[in-house]
């Protein structure tokens, strides 16, 4: 556990890419094949299993201690994370080790063992001393990373391509070859890490999908040598980027998150069973209705669900549009340029001989201009925006510069008055950066209608965090409500009808374009211009 937390801290406390690599190859060159196992999945993102909600924590710890649950919210509201305050509060009251413990106990052990014992304990009472007998064995910041384990709450500045580099240069594997062994479902334990880092062929699991190629955005220095007749456009859909795999006569469909949703798309499931042996095809779920591709906010219908309704089939029928060939008659053809993996994907998609399976159109342009002119007119063919693949490329791991582009329509606007702020996590823990935005209603009424985190600078979070704390009119927990007197324009990728929030609209994507410093509250537009943008954009289904 101390060299995990040591690990956390190195690559938490540096913005170095290199830095974090060489932390990585050092952690893993002296951990265990079972700790560098748990470790890769925790960096990765592959386990975020809550065993007790910080809520029941906090209780716990009130239990313990007799601290004053006020004092405790008000520590909450300066910090905004509960793993953090409470690992603060347990060094202040004297709850945990100065320095580290000689004897270490495993991560794999806490994983494994100490954590659901914990969570087995149905006495309350007890459950809260053993809780507080392992902290004080622990420093504060071994209790820190404890209680994010044990709210499934980790998280850590590392992205999945630098651990997958250090790995590679530890063991000597090539990174494509790690990257596609860490696809799907992965085991604990010292076999499935020696699979990972193994330098012999390791044959995949029939189920497992291929990392998937990812689009970098189009800019100018895309444009400076575009060669039309090099580039294969495509329309660029807004729907759930999927892997289908068909081997040994059985149907997978994989998301782009790593997340087996076969269950959930039954009639796609049944259509890929008349798939070849042997092939992998990549491209997007969307609802098809009335000859129409309908808005992400009607796939949302089908997401989550373990069981579908035949209602649901009904009103949300899904389709797949196919737009590239990864494995053909049981060969990886990942390393054939696009035109050649093309001709394979037409074939296959062929065979299939479904309306539900749709061949991506490829389309010409002649010129940039062309190319611009088509981009603008991508939300009237259901799509939003291009993307532009190089026809002699590769398919490759994650995003490549160069291989592809996506080259997506100006985001949709509105123009709202900021309402709620809430404290970020992190390093953003201590200050406001997490946002709703309000729309006038036409009783002159503000409605919450968008959440957003990103888009300013640091130094207008830093002001108007200020400003934040300045001009608080009422707290809710960890949320403070403020004077109506800043405007932002709020960008997002779509826009759809809900009844589930008050403004009756839900968007896509929301993120802050600008703070409009040039215009007061009462400038801001109205739920009835969010209708007319609904309106305008998604077509009556």
Same mark, same amino acid.
């Given at each position: 556990?101390?060299?995990?937390?040591?690990?956390?801290?190195?690559?938490?406390?540096?913005?170095?890419?290199?830095?974090?690599?060489?932390?990585?190859?050092?952690?893993?060159?002296?951990?265990?094949?079972?700790?560098?196992?748990?470790?890769?999945?925790?960096?990765?993102?592959?386990?975020?299993?809550?065993?007790?909600?910080?809520?029941?924590?906090?209780?716990?710890?009130?239990?313990?201690?007799?601290?004053?649950?006020?004092?405790?919210?008000?520590?909450?509201?300066?910090?905004?994370?509960?793993?953090?305050?409470?690992?603060?509060?347990?060094?202040?009251?004297?709850?945990?080790?100065?320095?580290?413990?000689?004897?270490?106990?495993?991560?794999?052990?806490?994983?494994?063992?100490?954590?659901?014992?914990?969570?087995?304990?149905?006495?309350?009472?007890?459950?809260?001393?053993?809780?507080?007998?392992?902290?004080?064995?622990?420093?504060?910041?071994?209790?820190?990373?404890?209680?994010?384990?044990?709210?499934? /709450? %980790?998280?850590?500045? *590392? !992205?999945?391509?630098? &651990?997958?580099?250090?790995? $590679?240069?530890? #063991?000597?594997?090539?990174?494509?070859?790690?990257?596609?062994?860490?696809?799907?479902?992965?085991?604990?334990?010292?076999? /499935? %890490?020696?699979?990972? *880092? !193994?330098?012999?062929? &390791?044959?995949?699991?029939? $189920?497992?999908? #291929?990392?998937?190629?990812?689009?970098?955005?189009?800019?100018?220095?895309?444009?400076?040598?575009?060669?039309?007749?090099?580039?294969?456009?495509?329309?660029?859909?807004?729907?759930?980027?999927?892997?289908?795999?068909?081997?040994?006569?059985?149907?997978?469909?994989?998301?782009?998150?790593?997340?087996?949703?076969?269950?959930?798309?039954?009639?796609?499931?049944?259509?890929?069973?008349?798939?070849?042996?042997?092939?992998?095809?990549?491209?997007?779920?969307?609802?098809?209705?009335?000859?129409?591709?309908?808005?992400?906010?009607?796939?949302?219908?089908?997401?989550?669900?373990?069981?579908?309704?035949?209602?649901?089939?009904?009103?949300?029928?899904?389709?797949?549009?196919?737009?590239?060939?990864?494995?053909?008659?049981?060969?990886?053809?990942?390393?054939?340029?696009?035109?050649?993996?093309?001709?394979?994907?037409?074939?296959?998609?062929?065979?299939?001989?479904?309306?539900?399976?749709?061949?991506?159109?490829?389309?010409?342009?002649?010129?940039?201009?062309?190319?611009?002119?088509?981009?603008?007119?991508?939300?009237?063919?259901?799509?939003?925006?291009?993307?532009?693949?190089?026809?002699?490329?590769?398919?490759?791991?994650?995003?490549?510069?160069?291989?592809?582009?996506?080259?997506?329509?100006?985001?949709?606007?509105?123009?709202?008055?900021?309402?709620?702020?809430?404290?970020?996590?992190?390093?953003?823990?201590?200050?406001?950066?997490?946002?709703?935005?309000?729309?006038?209603?036409?009783?002159?009424?503000?409605?919450?209608?968008?959440?957003?985190?990103?888009?300013?600078?640091?130094?207008?979070?830093?002001?108007?965090?200020?400003?934040?704390?300045?001009?608080?009119?009422?707290?809710?927990?960890?949320?403070?409500?403020?004077?109506?007197?800043?405007?932002?324009?709020?960008?997002?990728?779509?826009?759809?009808?809900?009844?589930?929030?008050?403004?009756?609209?839900?968007?896509?994507?929301?993120?802050?374009?600008?703070?409009?410093?040039?215009?007061?509250?009462?400038?801001?537009?109205?739920?009835?211009?969010?209708?007319?943008?609904?309106?305008?954009?998604?077509?009556?289904?």
């Amino acid at each position: 556990m101390k060299d995990f937390v040591k690990l956390f801290d190195e690559i938490d406390s540096t913005t170095s890419t290199n830095e974090k690599v060489e932390a990585l190859k050092d952690y893993f060159k002296h951990a265990t094949p079972t700790d560098s196992m748990w470790t890769l999945l925790l960096l990765t993102g592959r386990l975020s299993k809550r065993t007790i909600t910080s809520r029941s924590l906090s209780r716990m710890f009130l239990t313990q201690t007799h601290y004053p649950e006020w004092l405790l919210e008000e520590c909450w509201d300066h910090v905004g994370d509960t793993a953090e305050t409470l690992s603060l509060l347990a060094h202040s009251l004297n709850l945990c080790r100065e320095t580290s413990s000689q004897t270490d106990t495993s991560l794999t052990a806490w994983m494994e063992e100490k954590i659901p014992n914990l969570a087995r304990i149905k006495d309350e009472e007890k459950q809260s001393q053993s809780l507080i007998n392992l902290w004080k064995k622990l420093t504060a910041q071994e209790i820190f990373i404890l209680n994010k384990l044990i709210t499934g /709450a %980790f998280r850590v500045g *590392v !992205s999945e391509k630098l &651990v997958i580099r250090a790995l $590679s240069e530890v #063991y000597g594997v090539p990174t494509d070859q790690i990257a596609h062994r860490l696809s799907g479902n992965l085991d604990t334990g010292e076999q /499935a %890490f020696e699979r990972v *880092v !193994s330098q012999e062929a &390791v044959a995949a699991n029939f $189920s497992q999908p #291929y990392p998937f190629c990812l689009a970098h955005p189009w800019n100018e220095r895309s444009e400076k040598n575009f060669d039309p007749k090099e580039w294969c456009i495509e329309w660029k859909y807004d729907g759930i980027r999927a892997q289908v795999i068909r081997r040994e006569s059985h149907t997978w469909i994989w998301s782009r998150g790593e997340e087996d949703i076969t269950e959930t798309f039954p009639e796609l499931t049944e259509i890929f069973t008349h798939l070849p042996e042997g092939t992998v095809i990549d491209g997007e779920i969307l609802v098809f209705r009335n000859q129409r591709i309908s808005s992400f906010q009607a796939l949302q219908k089908r997401l989550g669900r373990k069981k579908v309704s035949e209602q649901i089939l009904k009103d949300y029928p899904a389709g797949f549009m196919a737009y590239d060939c990864l494995e053909f008659n049981s060969r990886d053809i990942r390393q054939e340029t696009l035109k050649e993996r093309r001709k394979k994907l037409e074939k296959t998609v062929t065979k299939i001989h479904d309306s539900k399976v749709l061949l991506s159109p490829t389309i010409d342009v002649d010129t940039l201009e062309e190319l611009n002119e088509l981009r603008m007119k991508a939300r009237e063919r259901d799509a939003e925006g291009l993307m532009i693949k190089w026809w002699a490329g590769v398919y490759s791991v994650g995003r490549k510069t160069g291989n592809w582009w996506k080259y997506k329509v100006d985001p949709l606007t509105l123009d709202a008055v900021l309402l709620y702020a809430q404290s970020g996590t992190g390093r953003r823990s201590n200050l406001y950066t997490d946002y709703t935005f309000a729309l006038w209603n036409e009783k002159k009424e503000l409605i919450p209608f968008a959440k957003a985190y990103s888009g300013l600078d640091q130094s207008e979070i830093d002001e108007l965090d200020a400003w934040i704390r300045r001009h608080t009119k009422e707290k809710f927990g960890p949320v403070r409500s403020v004077q109506a007197e800043h405007v932002f324009e709020i960008g997002f990728e779509g826009i759809g009808s809900s009844a589930r929030h008050k403004s009756g609209i839900a968007v896509r994507f929301p993120r802050i374009l600008r703070w409009r410093k040039d215009k007061k509250a009462e400038d801001a537009d109205t739920l009835q211009s969010a209708q007319e943008l609904l309106r305008a954009v998604n077509r009556e289904e």
